[in-house]
């Protein structure tokens, strides 16, 4: 049963008017911060009190206005007389909580709080208590004028109704130009749970094109933010992306859920010691990825700790001498490497025990040593001369420099490990005089972050967000699990998707390697982005992949699939040209997306033939012509997409590529060849 009822002008202005009200309670709200600040500036506190009071204020002011423009609320919940906690209770629900005063009942409700749960999951089925849902229809691009409100839906849910909503609809079918919006008017039953997943929990979504995972995984942190923020703030949030284009494209989704002050990042940013200027051939950057590196590298480490040293140790003490006997020692130094610590942590719990060994000695002949005394015996010389010769300190570099040089080395911590010929792919080919001089490739950062989780932990985070995880090495793994030791993830993506010459056939196996094998994997398959049109021939592409996941499919029947065919390569600029022009006729963003080799040319076709093109850096104009290995993540109304084949046969996944570019459409896909499909 639906309700088509036409809504009342009155309701409108209404509505309108509670907008205005909102917008005035939000204004007083920022200067009320602004005001809190200057007032808590002048407290009368200890310096550090008065430090932390004003840091917080500040960053309170600072969030409420950075908030982007936009409308206000985008629901409204009316509770029956007969619901236990809410009874005839009316709630706007909107991306943060406006109240006029502290005492006051919210004008509206934060999507996060848990009441607003009830509007993502009432169903007519299960209302909830709620008797009426409505939802608000925003004119495009709306920065919040409430005359910017041009309609309103309503579902009576008491009744029994049940309608298809057409704001929804709109919301996500809307042409979008620009960067990713949030999608907090239009979440759908199942990503609500995965958003109110409990922190304590990890979570992998396997999310096939469309389906709204990273929408997902940026609301997700957004929630944990809001229902755990001393948590938060203590262990910090991490949004690990694949590229800075792919940052750039979802920078603006969590500022516009009121949540600034995230870290959104690239793995290669977080393991960054040193500029990348040496480069990997394949095989060689492949072993750097391998998991088995990892071992060899903690043997290489540990390999530098002496549990054969015979020596007796003498510690002066005023006039007297006490003396450790060099066996004692020796099992000093062989229980600590069995208790396995972090390199830094044992070389100090070997000082620590040789201290104690001389403490014992000392107040057995005299009594108690006070903690002066521990700190001058600890500092010794004796005592640091023998802690560095049977557990010398170490840097990261001078480990992986000494063991990518040295090929005795490196065969005595690789052996049954790696064979002959990978050990000599590792091996570098013009070694440097020292570290200090190395040229470090990427695959390098990863070894020297894997050598410095093994010297210390590293500081982690609360909760990293992973998207596109399907492309992450075991290596790259373990360098985002050493950053969530003590937290938990989110790990989004597809393994249809994956690109990377290392990337992963199984969530089960990644997440082995994120420490997390435990982790629960949730698929999503349907899609609310990507016309049926273009699922059903991604879907035969999809037949072709060695991965096994489910086939999307579709709940937009609209949607356009066009090929349009040129007699030679030598068309296919002329043709791609033609393809944009006709997209332009149509709203919304278009991408040209072709072979990376393939860019430069259409490019310059396209700015011959008058047409503005950005390129993947911009996401601002209206076309963008975007090389197949930057497009993953990003979406178009229009995909212009070029030459196939041409995609498919640039590298060895080159059809996971191909299905990456073609369902990057979100109403048109055009396909322009001049060759055969490869599927």
């Not at 995230?262 to 040496?278: C, D, F, K, M, W």
């Not at 140790?313 to 130094?333: F, H, K, M, N």
């Not at 057995?364 to 557990?391: C, F, K, L, T």
């Not at 690789?414 to 200090?436: M, T, V």
Request: charged share 30%; net charge negative.
């Amino acid at each position: 049963m639906t309700s088509d009822a036409p809504v009342s002008q009155r309701d409108l202005d209404q509505e309108r008017a509670h907008h205005d009200r909102c917008r005035e309670a939000l204004a007083a709200t920022t200067a009320g911060a602004d005001e809190e600040v200057i007032t808590g500036e002048d407290v009368s506190a200890s310096g550090a009190d008065a430090e932390v009071l004003g840091y917080r204020l500040r960053s309170r002011a600072k969030e409420l206005r950075e908030l982007p423009p936009g409308p206000l609320f985008f629901g409204r919940l009316d509770f029956g007389q007969d619901e236990p906690d809410h009874a005839g209770q009316s709630y706007h629900v909107g991306r943060l909580r406006i109240t006029e005063h502290t005492a006051a009942p919210p004008l509206v409700v934060d999507w996060r709080a848990p009441v607003s749960r009830t509007f993502y999951q009432a169903s007519a089925r299960d209302p909830r208590g709620v008797n009426v849902r409505r939802r608000f229809g925003w004119a495009p691009g709306s920065r919040g004028d409430s005359r910017d409100l041009t309609g309103l839906e309503d579902e009576h849910l008491a009744r029994g109704e049940d309608r298809i909503s057409g704001i929804v609809a709109q919301e996500i079918e809307r042409p979008r130009i620009g960067p990713m919006r949030d999608i907090a008017a239009t979440i759908q039953p199942e990503q609500d749970d995965l958003v109110r997943g409990d922190l304590g929990l990890t979570v992998c979504v396997q999310g096939a094109p469309g389906t709204g995972k990273t929408a997902v995984g940026l609301h997700r942190a957004a929630y944990l933010l809001y229902a755990h923020p001393q948590r938060m703030r203590r262990g910090g949030l991490l949004v690990l992306g694949p590229n800075r284009t792919f940052l750039t494209y979802i920078a603006e989704v969590l500022p516009s859920l009121g949540e600034t002050g995230v870290r959104q990042s690239t793995l290669a940013e977080e393991i960054t010691r040193y500029p990348v200027t040496g480069e990997d051939d394949e095989p060689t950057a492949l072993l750097k990825h391998d998991a088995r590196t990892a071992e060899v590298l903690r043997r290489a480490l540990y390999a530098r700790v002496r549990t054969d040293h015979g020596d007796s140790l003498a510690v002066p003490d005023g006039s007297y001498r006490w003396r450790v006997d060099g066996e004692a020692l020796a099992r000093i130094v062989a229980d600590v490497l069995d208790e396995e610590p972090p390199y830094a942590v044992g070389r100090e719990r070997v000082r620590t025990r040789i201290v104690r060994a001389v403490q014992d000695q000392a107040e057995r002949r005299s009594g108690p040593r006070g903690a002066a005394w521990v700190r001058r015996i600890e500092r010794a010389r004796p005592v640091s001369v023998y802690v560095d010769a049977v557990w010398p300190a170490v840097r990261p570099e001078q480990v992986v420099a000494e063991l990518l040089t040295d090929g005795d080395r490196l065969a005595r911590a690789a052996d049954g490990i790696l064979d002959a010929e990978e050990q000599r792919a590792l091996l570098w080919a013009r070694p440097p005089r020292s570290w200090r001089s190395a040229r470090w490739s990427a695959g390098d950062l990863l070894l020297l972050d894997e050598v410095a989780g093994l010297i210390e932990h590293l500081e982690g985070y609360g909760h990293v967000v992973v998207d596109e995880a399907q492309d992450l090495s075991p290596m790259e793994c373990r360098a985002i699990a050493r950053r969530a030791a003590f937290g938990s993830l989110t790990v989004l993506g597809d393994l249809a998707q994956g690109t990377a010459p290392w990337a992963s056939r199984s969530w089960p196996v990644t997440l082995r390697h994120l420490g997390r094998p435990e982790a629960t994997v949730v698929p999503l398959t349907t899609g609310f982005r990507v016309p049926q049109a273009v699922v059903e021939l991604t879907n035969r592409l999809l037949e072709r992949l060695d991965v096994e996941v489910p086939e999307a499919r579709s709940l937009r029947p609209d949607g356009e699939l066009r090929s349009r065919v040129v007699d030679a390569p030598d068309d296919v600029p002329g043709a791609v040209v033609a393809a944009v022009r006709d997209a332009l006729e149509l709203e919304g963003s278009v991408g040209v997306v072709a072979a990376d080799a393939d860019v430069p040319l259409l490019r310059d076709t396209l700015a011959e033939a008058g047409v503005e093109a950005a390129g993947p850096e911009s996401l601002e104009g209206r076309v963008g012509v975007v090389p197949a290995s930057l497009v993953k993540g990003l979406e178009y109304d229009h995909v212009v997409a070029v030459e196939p084949a041409a995609i498919a046969e640039a590298e060895e996944r080159g059809l996971h590529r191909l299905y990456v570019v073609l369902t990057r459409a979100v109403s048109r896909l055009e396909v322009v060849r001049a060759r055969p499909l490869p599927f």
